[in-house]
């Protein structure tokens, strides 16, 4: 019998943090799949997480913690497959240092990710983005850091984490303005500003005056706004601005809709796809696909390229007693 504890401890601290070298983000989201993963297995076996054994995470467990997600914790599939991703690299892990129960390991590695259907991303509006700008009260200090944070996020396409961990060395002004990231993959890139972007920059890194390592978007007591918070005050400033656009009335913002309205501003203006993935920081130019099946303008041009079908008005009938009897049934 061999106990799980050891090999868990042993595959955050040696495959994740010496092998791999997860970033905090990879190992805090492996972390909370397999806590909950450790909690489940206690409340349907009755032992405590450091007296489960392998034969006790068998594939029916795993089956079951998955469902478990979905229907009591309304968990979407899209999350589903996130946690299961965690085991599966746990199992991996496992395979290696326990031939013994490869067969059991076998099993839940086969335990397929469920497919799930593929919505047309959300953006804004020319419209839409002049009133969401306009919503926050620039005489409040949170109003101006607000405004600020999604006219960069809007022009930049910058992912909400990255641009939780902007600091103030991190924007540069004057001639070739940018300002740089580390993005998914640690790969790190600088996206160009626009001017009235770098000129609403330079007034808060005055007002501001912090140091280079200080946080480009701090609170009032000077730490990073979190994700969470973010997603807040993205959520408040839409219900003001959605007083004077009825457009944004019933559409859900989230901080990535901000990141999606870049991409779909410069698909717009003609940009190649390839660029735009090189400006949001994509592995691919697969990611940036997603864009084109959202963008109605590119699909009506197409259709204006195309000759009109002919087609009389009417509907079909038969010419035969026959065909009109088989017709009729």
């Not at 902007?166 to 004057?174: E, I, K």
């Not at 949001?280 to 079908?309: C, N, V, W």
């Amino acid at each position: 019998m061999t106990l799980i504890a050891a090999t868990l401890q042993a595959f955050f601290t040696d495959r994740l943090a010496k092998q791999r070298q997860a970033s905090p983000r990879t190992v805090a989201a492996y972390r909370d799949a397999l806590r909950l993963l450790m909690v489940f297995a206690q409340q349907q076996t009755g032992k405590t997480p450091s007296q489960l054994d392998w034969d006790d995470l068998d594939a029916s467990m795993i089956s079951a913690f998955l469902n478990h997600l979905e229907a009591e914790r309304n968990n979407s599939v899209r999350t589903r497959n996130v946690r299961l991703t965690a085991i599966r690299s746990l199992f991996s892990f496992a395979a290696l240092h326990h031939p013994e129960h490869a067969l059991l390991i076998q099993r839940v590695l086969a335990i397929p990710p469920k497919r799930f259907a593929k919505r047309l991303v959300t953006f804004l509006t020319a419209l839409e983005v002049d009133a969401l700008l306009a919503s926050p009260d620039s005489s409040r200090w949170e109003g101006r850091r607000d405004r600020v944070l999604m006219l960069l996020a809007i022009q930049t396409g910058l992912r909400v984490s990255e641009l939780t961990g902007l600091n103030f060395g991190d924007v540069t002004l004057g001639v070739g303005a940018n300002v740089r990231c580390e993005g998914k993959g640690r790969k790190h890139r600088a996206v160009p500003l626009t001017g009235p972007v770098r000129d609403l920059l330079r007034v808060w890194l005055t007002e501001q005056n912090g140091r280079p390592g200080d946080p480009l978007f701090p609170t009032r007591t000077g730490r990073r706004l979190s994700r969470d918070a973010i997603a807040l005050r993205i959520n408040t400033h839409a219900a003001t601005a959605a007083s004077c656009c009825p457009s944004l009335q019933g559409k859900r913002l989230h901080p990535h809709v901000l990141r999606h309205t870049c991409a779909m501003s410069l698909l717009q203006a003609g940009v190649d796809t390839s660029v735009i993935a090189l400006w949001l920081g994509h592995a691919g130019t697969r990611s940036t696909d997603a864009y084109l099946h959202a963008d109605m303008s590119i699909k009506e041009k197409a259709l204006a390229l195309t000759t009109p079908q002919q087609a009389p008005p009417g509907r079909y009938h038969p010419t035969d007693q026959v065909l009109a009897f088989l017709e009729s049934l």
